[in-house]
């Protein structure tokens, strides 16, 4: 069984890097050369913050896992990613859209982190919050621009945004590992989050000439492992080499 | 020379000739990424902190710090990583701005934006030193920097985010 920490790092791990590997298919397929770079250079630091929690999740769990054993070797019932990150990218305004939901909770999940009792979660936090606000703003810069944009980038933004949003849900949900993280001092409660989400996503949207669809009561449950029939696919890409071949490096 | 203990001092030399790839007008400590060298009889120990956690260079820069203290004489080589306090562009001196700017790259504008501030920057023209800039896209080449053009001699440069 792993401890609530473990889960609670496993759960910002996962969903850094299935974001960051969505993110990397767009290397080489971007709409316009500035934007291909600009998705891949943010992929590579979701990648890149996935792997120094990794790293400390496989630590924490004492048995002996490194990153590239926790990112290659476990199946799709064991990642705790949320369910927005494994997402098909869609169209450009999509990923944009994703982009900017995501890194506003992930710009106040860092903030919250910078105190844990955890110090190397904090100096990660730290260090990830300064890569998340360049990614959130570059995300906004957009949602804006197709938001309010033509006819149709505005009816494709607002369909993304009805589409997008309820996987938001998830990320406030009441939870009982957030709960015992919290209350040890090593992480903080997601729930807590949400007003400050609403209040950063909120003017971005309005600008945006976009309007969030109505609560549901539906809530997607990836980050207690349980996921949508996309994340299988994206793991048989992303995991294919080291199963085929297993401990090859290069 | 055979045998005998580098010294501190002749590490951060030769550490002083470790280039960044990606930027390779500025060195590993004028970067600020070198944050601590010790050195005792049975090697030296390096301490660095990262830049962005995307950077590819990450790895290739360990490497040649380790390479160019075994060239120096170093008996044995280890580096480790210090992740706090996290890497900023307000450990750039004022020389290293200088030489950025002579390698056509504009240098960070200000500290570090910290908190919730909008960061909208216009940074002078490298080449010119027009403040008439606009930017063409908030990544460049590598994610430490933005593609920005001048608007009065027309050239592209490249811009050196202050994180």
């Not at chain 1, 316009?32 to 890149?48: K, P, Q, S, W, Y």
């Not at chain 1, 896992?65 to 869609?90: I, M, S, W």
């Amino acid at each position: 069984m792993m401890t609530p920490h473990v889960e609670y790092v496993l759960r910002i791990a996962d969903s850094s890097l299935i974001l960051g590997q969505r993110l990397s298919e767009l290397c080489g397929h971007g709409p316009v050369l500035e934007e291909d770079i600009a998705i891949t250079n943010i992929a590579l630091d979701c990648i890149g913050q996935a792997r120094l929690l990794l790293t400390h999740a496989g630590k924490l769990e004492g048995a002996g896992r490194d990153e590239d054993q926790l990112a290659f070797l476990r199946n799709e019932g064991e990642f705790r990613n949320v369910t927005l990150t494994e997402l098909p990218n869609g169209d450009f305004g999509r990923v944009v859209l994703r982009n900017f939901l995501f890194s506003s909770f992930l710009e106040q999940l860092w903030a919250g982190l910078a105190a844990s009792a955890d110090t190397e979660l904090a100096a990660i936090a730290a260090k990830s919050a300064k890569e998340t606000r360049y990614h959130r703003e570059h995300s906004a810069d957009w949602v804006v621009r197709l938001g309010d944009g033509t006819d149709e980038s505005h009816g494709r933004m607002a369909q993304a945004l009805s589409a997008l949003w309820p996987y938001m849900a998830e990320c406030f949900a009441a939870d009982g590992v957030d709960d015992a993280v919290a209350a040890s001092g090593i992480g903080v409660a997601w729930s807590t989050l949400e007003a400050g989400w609403r209040q950063a996503v909120g003017p971005v949207l309005a600008e945006a000439t976009l309007e969030p669809p109505p609560d549901t009561p539906f809530r997607s449950r990836g980050r207690c492992g349980v996921h949508s029939e996309h994340l299988g696919h994206l793991l048989a890409v992303m995991q294919h080499l080291q199963r085929s071949h297993p401990g090859a490096r290069w | 020379m055979v045998n005998a203990v580098m010294t501190e001092q002749q590490a951060w030399q030769a550490l002083a000739a470790v280039m960044d790839p990606e930027v390779p007008v500025l060195s590993v400590c004028e970067l600020g990424i070198v944050r601590d060298v010790s050195a005792d009889a049975t090697g030296v120990d390096v301490v660095v902190t990262p830049t962005y956690s995307g950077c590819p260079a990450t790895r290739v820069i360990e490497s040649s710090i380790r390479e160019a203290l075994l060239d120096a004489g170093a008996a044995e080589v280890r580096v480790s990583t210090r992740l706090a306090p996290a890497w900023t562009t307000d450990w750039l001196s004022e020389a290293a701005h200088e030489k950025l700017r002579a390698h056509g790259i504009a240098p960070p504008v200000g500290d570090a934006p910290v908190g919730v501030q909008v960061i909208r920057f216009q940074p002078p023209c490298p080449r010119c030193g027009s403040r008439r800039t606009e930017r063409l896209s908030a990544f460049g080449a590598t994610a430490c920097k933005a593609l920005h053009r001048c608007v009065d001699c027309r050239e592209p440069f490249e811009y050196f985010k202050p994180i």
